[in-house]
């Protein structure tokens, strides 16, 4: 039978946690919904669809993604709108990206009618764990890992996909101070870094604990060959705005195409802000921040959504850059909060909803 032709089977909780969510106190990634999505990839077929209480997984000591890191996911999230509706920001999307990282890292690829059906069964059955105060949201986790007992260094053929979501509220609560690093690399030209891939974060939590001890929030990493060019940050794109003009990064592939980022470039553009996509030197960012003629920078992304930096370090100096209420980071956070609330209506075609 196909896997799409498969029905899901459906296991619920005999006990719901939601009593420990606190809507007005809601931590990132410490809470997780009662249930839980998977299906199983054996014999070169997607199969056994199935919905289970939240639970641990039960795992070999060889399995291959514990040695070789085969694994990749995707972050995105549900919202309730004013009028009760529960949607998902442009989910499809995720689901393509995700199948870009499986092919770089020689993943099946998982079928976007899978992925959205999961989906969608999922967060219906869990709808009273999405939140309803401004602010906060429903984070959705899919994952796909190899799950072979295999420690030979070889392509996985068994494999694990499976969808969790966290209520969430805030990930940052403050403006952030950032550290130019120019020493290690998160990712170089030919290797993994535009793909949603386990390892491109593990290999980035020491110099990021190190900038941490420093003070800082977050690294604006630069490029693996010269250091001498922006790229992305820890979890999220970067975008500097200046002189009336957006400016990131250029995608290569070292730099994870973020949704969010092409959701903010693509508004830009239709309130008339020229938006330029290219490199970006450390030098020219130096420059404008000694001649204050750089007018904000921030980060973007699903968890973050925009993050506003109110200060850069670069080799033990810093930089501040005013914080304004009227920023252009500040309107556009509201566009896309108008937009996943449903305040107003979606032109792009973004929003999904979930059936009731």
Known sequence: ?????????????????????????????????????????????????????????????????????????????AYRTEKGKIVVFRPQDNAKRLNKSAERMCIPAVPQELFMEGLTELIHLDKNWVPSRPGTSLYIRPTVFATDPFIGVKVASQYLFYIITSPAGMYFSEPLKVKIETNYTRAAPGGTGYAKTGGNYSGSHFPTMQAIKEGFHQILWTDATEHSYFEESGAMN????????????????????????????TLAKEWGIQVE?????????????????????????????????QMIGYQGKNYSLPLHKDSFASRMFDKLDSIKYGKEIDTHNWIYTIPS
């Open 238 to 265: 970067i975008m500097f705005f200046k002189n009336n003009t957006l400016i990131t990064p250029a995608l290569t592939d070292s730099i994870l195409a973020g949704i969010n980022r092409e959701s903010v470039l």
């Open 1 to 77: 039978m196909s896997i799409l032709k498969e029905k899901i089977t459906i296991t619920k909780t005999e006990t719901s946690r939601i009593g420990e969510m606190n809507e007005n106190n809601i931590a990132f990634g410490k809470l997780y919904s009662d249930h839980m999505f998977l299906a199983d990839y054996e014999n070169g077929e997607w199969k056994n669809k199935r919905i289970t209480p939240y639970q641990n997984l039960s795992l070999s000591p060889a399995c291959t993604t514990l040695h070789y890191s085969q694994t990749i996911f995707e972050g995105l999230k």
């Open 277 to 309: 996509e290219r490199k970006i030197s450390v030098k020219e960012i130096l420059e404008d921040l000694q001649n204050n003629t750089l007018q904000e920078v921030f980060g973007v992304g699903t968890a973050v959504t925009i993050a506003p930096i």
